[in-house]
């Protein structure tokens, strides 16, 4: 059976988020501007998603 993936964009700058923040933004493995990565889907990451919402763009 296929895994469930979330696609995951940074679309706002990190300058000028909390620092737990910004740590959020790079467990999820997001670097730059317009990155994007494909995430596993599961509680922990859905978490993740939903504390900095407002940085990211997403689709599962």
Known sequence: MAEKTLKVTLVKSL???KEPHRAT???LG???LNH???L???PAVRGM???VS???KYEG
């Open 49 to 51: 998603i939903r504390k």
């Open 54 to 56: 407002y940085l990211l």
């Open 30 to 32: 997001l670097r730059k």
């Open 25 to 27: 933004v790079r467990g």
């Open 40 to 42: 596993e889907d599961t």
């Open 36 to 38: 994007t990565v494909e």
């Open 15 to 17: 300058i000028g988020a």
